[in-house]
């Protein structure tokens, strides 16, 4: 597996898509993750500068450099007298791109013509993902992913706020360059949508209990986990690029949050209601989760959605966990007026990715962008 991972990131490195002394500290993460534990459970010997620059090609004085830069990304290395290097803890939650690079390369299917995740651009904090990464996108390839620990002022769908939590979530950022119509260009967010369902849908202790709300809100037994905002540059022919944004609550506790917002500044912000209560895998499972490995499921399973875009595919996907379909609902024009436009059934969604709404009349409507409350006995979704 060590070895896999070395040829993957050499490749990269030789592609452009990755620079050499990431590429060293990756190496060596993964290296040192067998000092660990050993197969009995034991705590295996450390490794020393020595065996550790022949491995990977480095100098001792090398060695050293790039273990203190791994510790001040928050890699939990000491240092045995006598006897070299040792990990004091998993680095599975770290997201940094040294750390999460040794999940998401072996996830990655090695013949693709792009992969979401490379180049990694890791950020401790920043306002916004799609921020940073739209200015990047003239100039960047296909993949290029941006991801953060903390995101302070990000933009969820129709211009609201979502934050993330430091250290606790998955917010991330991938730009494509599609080849797709700009009349399909809301497939890209649908597909989106799908794919982390899929993902989260296949852990153990959610079987059962993934929807999804028209058009990319992810739900756990009812309750929002996961949005995704796409945002992009187009012409009447062409996309140009496409930046897709997603927030993923992981380990945050959900009494904090009101979609996505801090519970002092949602208490003021009215346009949240009626909308699904957040929620998180922590509390969905009683447990954190590794981060870094599950971004790496999520940036393969985006890759397979979004290469080669399958309309028919990924129309039979969101119809199978159609959280709408055979309920009464209203759809309000967004903020800042957030005021009612149609109220009906929903029908479930049509052969462009619309929402079909019987109205009142029995009228069916097809409704291609809006924001969608439930209102039924029993409260709102």
Same mark, same amino acid.
């Given at each position: 597996?060590?070895?896999?991972?070395?040829?993957?990131?050499?490749?990269?490195?030789?592609?452009?898509?990755?620079?050499?002394?990431?590429?060293?500290?990756?190496?060596?993460?993964?290296?040192?993750?067998?000092?660990?534990?050993?197969?009995?459970?034991?705590?295996?010997?450390?490794?020393?500068?020595?065996?550790?620059?022949?491995?990977?090609?480095?100098?001792?004085?090398?060695?050293?450099?790039?273990?203190?830069?791994?510790?001040?990304?928050?890699?939990?290395?000491?240092?045995?007298?006598?006897?070299?290097?040792?990990?004091?803890?998993?680095?599975a939650d770290l997201v940094a791109a040294e750390t999460a690079l040794p999940y998401v390369l072996r996830s990655m299917d090695a013949g693709a013509p792009w992969s979401a995740g490379l180049p990694y651009h890791y950020i401790p904090s920043c306002d916004s993902t799609n921020r940073v990464l739209k200015r990047k996108a003239a100039s960047s390839p296909a993949g290029t992913v941006v991801v953060t620990d903390e995101q302070t002022s990000g933009r969820g769908r129709l211009g609201r706020t979502w934050v993330s939590g430091p250290k606790k979530d998955?917010?991330?950022?991938?730009?494509?360059?599609?080849?797709?119509?700009?009349?399909? %260009?809301?497939?890209?967010? @649908? *597909?989106? /949508?799908?794919?982390? &369902?899929?993902? !989260?849908?296949? #852990?153990?202790?959610?079987?059962?209990?993934?929807?999804?709300?028209?058009?990319?809100?992810?739900?756990?037994?009812?309750?929002?986990?996961?949005?995704?905002?796409?945002?992009?540059?187009?012409?009447?022919?062409?996309?140009?690029?496409?930046?897709?944004?997603?927030?993923?609550?992981?380990?945050?506790?959900?009494?904090?949050?009101?979609?996505?917002?801090?519970?002092?500044?949602?208490?003021?912000?009215?346009?949240?209601?009626?909308?699904?209560?957040?929620?998180?895998?922590?509390? %969905?499972?009683?447990?954190? @989760? *590794?981060? /870094?490995?599950?971004? &790496?499921?999520? !940036?393969?399973? #985006?890759?397979?959605?979004?290469?080669?875009?399958?309309?028919?595919?990924?129309?039979?996907?969101?119809?199978?966990?159609?959280?709408?379909?055979?309920?009464?609902?209203?759809?309000?024009?967004?903020?800042?007026?957030?005021?009612?436009?149609?109220?009906?059934?929903?029908?479930?969604?049509?052969?462009?990715?619309?929402?079909?709404?019987?109205?009142?009349?029995?009228?069916?409507?097809?409704?291609?962008?809006?924001?969608?409350?439930?209102?039924?006995?029993?409260?709102?979704?």
């Amino acid at each position: 597996m060590q070895d896999v991972l070395a040829d993957r990131l050499g490749i990269a490195v030789s592609r452009g898509l990755l620079g050499l002394g990431c590429a060293h500290r990756a190496n060596l993460a993964e290296r040192l993750a067998i000092t660990l534990s050993d197969e009995d459970g034991g705590v295996a010997g450390a490794l020393s500068g020595e065996v550790l620059g022949r491995e990977l090609g480095l100098s001792r004085a090398a060695v050293h450099k790039h273990i203190e830069q791994l510790r001040a990304l928050g890699v939990g290395v000491e240092s045995a007298a006598g006897a070299g290097y040792r990990l004091t803890r998993s680095f599975a939650d770290l997201v940094a791109a040294e750390t999460a690079l040794p999940y998401v390369l072996r996830s990655m299917d090695a013949g693709a013509p792009w992969s979401a995740g490379l180049p990694y651009h890791y950020i401790p904090s920043c306002d916004s993902t799609n921020r940073v990464l739209k200015r990047k996108a003239a100039s960047s390839p296909a993949g290029t992913v941006v991801v953060t620990d903390e995101q302070t002022s990000g933009r969820g769908r129709l211009g609201r706020t979502w934050v993330s939590g430091p250290k606790k979530d998955l917010t991330f950022s991938v730009l494509l360059h599609p080849d797709v119509a700009p009349a399909r %260009a809301h497939l890209l967010s @649908l *597909a989106g /949508a799908l794919a982390v &369902a899929e993902v !989260l849908e296949s #852990l153990p202790g959610l079987e059962g209990s993934v929807g999804i709300k028209w058009p990319n809100d992810v739900l756990l037994g009812g309750e929002k986990v996961c949005g995704v905002l796409l945002e992009g540059s187009m012409d009447p022919d062409r996309i140009e690029w496409a930046v897709a944004g997603i927030g993923l609550n992981v380990n945050s506790l959900p009494d904090a949050l009101v979609g996505g917002l801090p519970v002092e500044q949602a208490s003021r912000a009215c346009e949240w209601r009626g909308k699904p209560r957040p929620t998180s895998l922590r509390a %969905a499972l009683g447990r954190d @989760l *590794a981060r /870094a490995p599950l971004l &790496a499921r999520l !940036l393969a399973r #985006l890759t397979e959605r979004w290469s080669g875009l399958d309309d028919v595919a990924v129309l039979e996907g969101l119809r199978e966990r159609d959280m709408l379909a055979g309920r009464r609902v209203t759809v309000l024009s967004g903020p800042p007026r957030d005021e009612p436009v149609l109220s009906g059934e929903a029908l479930g969604i049509g052969a462009e990715g619309q929402l079909l709404i019987r109205d009142p009349s029995g009228k069916t409507v097809a409704v291609f962008a809006g924001d969608v409350t439930v209102r039924e006995a029993g409260g709102d979704l």
